[in-house]
């Protein structure tokens, strides 16, 4: 069945270091790929999305690729703040699929 | 605000006790969505109705229940809750399964604690 693997966290920052959270995926044809994010508290918002492959998602200043080739969809930011301090989560949607599928979430932890 | 409701936001229940978990959405959305939250686990997915009228399982339904009362409303009840049920549960809505690519909105969600 469909899955994502996401990299274990916590992952701790200072503020405006480079950030990379690796994902990837395991599915049949062309799944629709998600980024979201749940500050403290909070439910969980879309952060950034690629519906097919070498697209390139992009908002708040975070991007992913979404690489057919090596099933992934790594989330990027170049200089991360104290507000990004929130765990992220990686998803999928299969082209026939039933609901959006999570990875496990990585906190990350931005100080300054 | 537009969006999804999701009531009460804290609850205590004993062992062997029942309850249901509400969640209204005002965007007209057809598809909704019952997740339950627990540390390591990421969100797993325990009910969903696709459209009004419809409900299916998910990966995680024992134990649990959905009415999609109508396009608005989608409730999660639990008949006996058990220590294993304790975690965080989020609703969310998508205009249908075939828009699901645009994206969920999800709830504040709801904190159990079944002692």
């Known amino acids: 069945g469909n899955s994502v693997t996401q990299m274990e966290g916590p992952v701790t920052l200072s503020e405006e270091a480079f950030l990379t959270i690796n994902c990837t995926y395991t599915?049949?044809?062309?799944?629709?790929l998600f980024w979201y994010v749940q500050y403290p508290g909070e439910g969980l918002q879309l952060l950034l999305k690629?519906?097919?492959?070498?697209d390139k998602g992009s908002n708040k200043g975070f991007e992913a690729t979404y690489r057919k080739e090596t099933t992934s969809f790594h989330l990027e930011k170049g200089s991360v703040q104290v507000s990004d301090s929130a765990v992220y989560f990686c998803?999928?949607?299969?082209?026939?699929?039933?609901?959006?599928?999570f990875g496990k979430g990585t906190t990350l932890s931005v100080s300054s | 605000n537009a969006g999804v409701t999701q009531t009460p936001k804290f609850q205590v229940l004993k062992t062997g006790q029942s309850m249901t978990l509400q969640c209204a959405q005002d965007?007209?959305?057809?598809?909704m969505y019952w997740y339950r939250q627990d540390p390591g686990m990421g969100l797993r997915l325990i009910y969903y109705?696709?459209?009004?009228?419809?409900?299916d399982k998910g990966e995680v339904p024992n134990g649990y229940n959905v009415s999609r009362l109508n396009k608005r409303e989608f409730s999660l009840r639990l008949e006996s809750a058990a220590p294993s049920q304790t975690s965080v549960y989020f609703c969310?809505?998508?205009?249908?399964?075939?828009?699901?690519?645009?994206?969920?909105?999800f709830g504040s969600g709801t904190r159990l604690t079944v002692v």
């Open positions: 965007m007209n959305h057809n598809s």
């Open positions: 599915a049949t044809g062309y799944p629709s």
């Open positions: 969310a809505s998508s205009e249908s399964k075939a828009e699901a690519n645009y994206g969920y909105t």
């Open positions: 109705s696709a459209s009004e009228g419809t409900t």
């Open positions: 690629a519906t097919k492959a070498d």
């Open positions: 998803a999928l949607i299969g082209q026939a699929g039933t609901a959006l599928i």
